[in-house]
């Protein structure tokens, strides 16, 4: 039966457990086993596979209330999909406080240690439609919501420190720029065209965004093994009013990991779910995801310290200028039960904030702050939003707002205003002392004026910065993403003023690009650095962009740098057919799991494989419907039989060549070492590729040891061609 919602804020309110949203939600959820098919007032249905008709092969009856009624919610279930960040997947959890931060805020799920808030967390791609590729090189979004005691609190962050643009006022461009072109709606999910490349060579200020765009960052192989960022400075405050800048981080406790671009187009054909899957596998085997979240906090006094500006969103503060401090854990521990209900209807807003955290002036998030009650008012119809299970804070809610679609609330009494002596004057304003919100005082007293700071103009030494931490191996990946993305740009000055554009970076950088391109960096380009002005400006009054020359090194921006080796949950194909070599299969089969991995048997045909010793193993791909790329590595299994069916197969040749041209561990023992070496993984063999170890059947728990080794560095890099030395 439908359990009947109440209203919940009370009870809800009332409960603190990191728990109360599960239950908050379970008062929604309707579980119908065994019960009757009813209409949607009740009625049981007697028949729902034919429509009324007058006669046996007469016209349906207006009357049929079933049938209107079927198909009139039927044609009303899709809702307006989010204009942006579309495509996503969610899941519930808790963020856990080790460090308590009551010496900067207020924020009262930061005070105790050991303290559990609920959370939902909901990661996405920006560009793409709903139904688009998890693959595309794109920006992804992290955002959580916090169910505190004190109201809800969102994180709607993404997984890079800075944005493409500085203000607001510009984002709707970005966004028509990068969306499909308006005359044929192509291409999906995807900025390498005109349109986007255009915009950007217009906007220098994108210079460092796009540096992390073209980097293997815009292609992670999992949302468990990507970092999240608030972007803006924020500001913490405390029990005495005093404010702390402050940025958000959060590193995945797995380590960062990336695909290569050609995995990411390949994939997008064969599992363009692949993130999705990946996020509810994991949490269905109980393998949680985890990040350590963390704080960099500024004190008030250096907000004019640095050579950028904190209020600058396309900046990021060095680690080495200012450390981050870990401050707890955030857990994904609970798949959603119904993903329209709750990944699609949940509503983020940087604005759903707490005593103790308040805004700062960054001209990005001030207009991200009108943004998005506004975009829900549409995608969910309506003012109500806030009533829907996901999106209902756990602190009750009580106010003199009434009405509006799909009300849900059932407000006693006669008032509905304030200030009123009829109700008692409820519900009345709470004092600070009692948790009433209250805005930093902070002192503004200046002329209005339309234009960008000055401390805003530096739009290269970061994006130098970031393209000099790299490895060469990134290094040569952002070359060959902006060689793939300029490539596609129809028109040669787009690609001319942002080979100007890359210039302002790197030299070296954009010399390589243009050899991609068959172009010539050209020495200057007028005008375009005089973006971001009004129609009257005096052009000496606008700064131009000024790039120094030099730039820091900073480690943690490169995945390679930063990585942390280990192969927790990576997933290893074993690749097999009839009369496999059972005991070597076992063998590494173990040593995999041992080491934290998960086994997939991928044989040449569904349903089960018989062993060479009459043991049987249930086959969980069949190879027409899979490829190497959505596996981490491959052992290939030895036995005559087993082979010699492989070797006759292209696919399986295919499989083990895709998994060596993308730098992944492949062993194989006895027989398969002659299979390999009929592949192009033969030049792995001669060459004792650490990633590619090879024996006897009887040496299988030699290779795996070796194999274990390899796949705990992800990739061994060295097989890709390296045209660039770092720096
Ligand atoms: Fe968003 N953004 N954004 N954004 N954003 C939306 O809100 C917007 C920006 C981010 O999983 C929309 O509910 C403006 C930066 C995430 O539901 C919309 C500007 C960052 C999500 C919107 C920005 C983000 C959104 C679309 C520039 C990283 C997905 C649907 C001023 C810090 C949230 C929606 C989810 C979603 C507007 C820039 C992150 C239209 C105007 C910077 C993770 O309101």
Request: some cysteine; overall charge negative; charged content about 25%.
């Amino acid at each position: 039966m439908t359990k009947r919602s109440k209203p919940t804020s009370k009870s809800v309110a009332q409960s603190q457990s990191p728990d109360a949203k599960a239950l908050d939600l379970e008062q929604n959820t309707v579980d119908s086993s065994g019960q009757f098919l009813t209409g949607n007032q009740g009625v049981r249905i007697n028949d729902d596979h034919n429509s009324l008709k007058a006669g046996e092969r007469g016209p349906t009856l207006l009357e049929d209330f079933l049938l209107r009624e079927k198909i009139t919610h039927f044609d009303h279930e899709r809702i307006p999909e989010r204009v942006v960040h579309a495509r996503g997947s969610g899941a519930h959890g808790f963020f856990e406080l080790n460090e308590s931060l009551a010496e900067y805020t207020q924020a009262a799920f930061l005070q105790e240690t050991g303290k559990r808030t609920p959370v939902f967390v909901r990661f996405s791609t920006v560009a793409g439609s709903r139904g688009s590729s998890d693959l595309a090189r794109d920006v992804r979004g992290f955002a959580i919501k916090f169910y505190t005691e004190q109201g809800n609190f969102d994180l709607v962050g993404n997984n890079m420190p800075v944005f493409f643009i500085q203000d607001a006022i510009k984002f709707p461009d970005l966004i028509h720029a990068v969306k499909p072109e308006p005359h044929n709606e192509i291409p999906q999910a995807a900025s390498a065209h005109d349109t986007f490349w255009d915009f950007i060579s217009h906007t220098p200020e994108a210079a460092h965004m796009i540096m992390w765009v073209m980097s293997d960052r815009a292609i992670p192989r999992s949302f468990r093994m990507m970092e999240g960022f608030g972007v803006h400075t924020f500001r913490f405050i405390n029990a005495s009013g005093e404010s702390t800048f402050i940025k958000w981080h959060l590193k995945p406790s797995l380590g960062m990991k990336s695909i290569l671009w050609d995995e990411a187009q390949r994939i997008s054909g064969c599992d363009p779910d692949f993130h999705r899957r990946d996020l509810w596998e994991a949490i269905e085997s109980g393998n949680f995801p985890e990040w350590e979240v963390g704080v960099q906090l500024i004190p008030e006094a250096d907000e004019h310290k640095y050579d950028f500006d904190l209020l600058d969103p396309t900046k990021l503060v060095p680690e080495e200028l200012v450390p981050i401090i870990p401050i707890g854990r955030l857990v994904l521990d609970r798949n959603p039960e119904n993903f329209f209900a709750e990944v699609e209807q949940v509503a983020f807003h940087v604005g759903h904030v707490v005593p103790g955290i308040d805004f700062t002036n960054d001209p990005l998030l001030q207009g991200r702050l009108f943004s998005y009650t506004d975009t829900q008012l549409i995608r969910l119809g309506g003012p109500n939003f806030h009533e829907i299970p996901i999106n209902r804070p756990i602190a009750p809610v009580h106010n003199n707002q009434r009405d509006g679609f799909m009300r849900q609330m059932i407000n006693r009494g006669k008032t509905a205003y304030d200030p009123n002596s009829v109700g008692g004057n409820d519900p009345h304003q709470a004092k600070v002392a009692e948790g009433g919100f209250a805005s930093f005082m902070e002192r503004i007293d200046s002329s209005k004026i339309r234009a960008r700071s000055k401390s805003f103009s530096d739009h290269f030494s970061q994006a130098a910065m970031f393209f000099r931490s790299q490895t060469g191996i990134e290094q040569q990946h952002i070359v060959n993403a902006l060689r793939f993305e300029l490539g596609k740009c129809e028109t040669p000055a787009i690609r001319e003023r942002m080979l100007y554009l890359l210039s302002q970076i790197d030299m070296g950088l954009a010399n390589d690009v243009a050899a991609g391109l068959g172009a010539k960096v050209p020495k200057k380009i007028d005008g375009y650095l005089n973006a971001n002005v009004g129609a009257d400006a005096d052009p000496k009054e606008v700064q131009p962009s000024k790039f120094a020359g030099e730039a820091m090194d900073s480690a943690p921006l490169s995945i390679i740098r930063s990585a942390k080796p280990g192969m927790a949950t990576a997933k290893i194909a074993i690749l097999l057919a009839d009369g496999f070599y059972e005991a070597a299969v076992e063998a590494v089969s173990k040593a995999v799991l041992a080491a934290g991995g998960q086994v997939k048997i991928v044989a040449t045909h569904a349903g089960t494989v018989a062993g060479d010793h009459g043991g049987e193993l249930a086959v969980d791909f069949s190879l027409p419907t899979v490829a190497s790329v959505l596996f981490d590595a491959v052992y290939v299994a030895g036995g005559k039989a087993c082979v010699q069916t492989l070797s006759a197969e292209p696919r399986a040749t295919e499989f083990v060549e895709e998994a060596f041209k993308h730098c992944k561990a492949i062993a194989a023992t006895g027989a398969a070492v002659e299979f390999l070496e009929s592949t192009r993984v033969a030049t792995g063999i001669a060459e004792s590729d650490p990633a590619v170890p090879v024996g006897e059947d009887d040496e299988a728990a030699k290779v795996s040891k070796k194999f274990v080794e390899a796949i705990s560095q992800h990739r061994n890099w060295d097989r890709e061609l390296v045209t660039r030395k770092n720096g």
